[in-house]
Nanobody, 118 residues
């Protein structure tokens, strides 16, 4: 069984920073793309950033230049450094990863709340 556990969310004033972490554990043979999504109240879940196994990043236009995704493959962990946070960044942030255990499949974490006050 594979689990993704996020941490690092919280309440921060506008202009502040947070660093999210997502650690994958369990019977992991290999991992591929790891990503962060977010979902604000009443909104659809949206892709924030993704990182392929070679570390190539993709970002939503709304976070380019402010957020940085990185990963530690040895620890099966992905990070999201969020700078210059704005109230519109308030959402539940979810980790998503493509992992091979018995077979390749996508996994989701339980989510971590990020709240940015104005």
């Amino acid at each position: 069984q594979v689990r993704l556990v996020e941490s690092g969310g919280g309440l921060v004033p506008a202009g502040g920073s947070l660093r999210l972490s997502c650690a994958a554990s369990g019977s992991i043979i290999s991992d591929d793309t790891m990503a962060w999504y977010r979902q604000a109240p009443g909104e659809q879940r949206e892709l924030v950033a993704a990182s392929t196994s070679d570390g190539s990043p993709t970002y939503a236009d709304s976070v380019k230049g402010r957020f940085t995704i990185s990963r530690d493959n040895a620890k099966n962990t992905v990070y999201l450094q969020m700078n210059s946070l704005q109230p519109e960044d308030t959402a539940v942030y979810y980790c998503n990863a493509r992992i091979k255990s018995e077979f390749w499949r996508w996994y989701w974490g339980q989510g971590t709340q990020v709240t940015v006050s104005s």
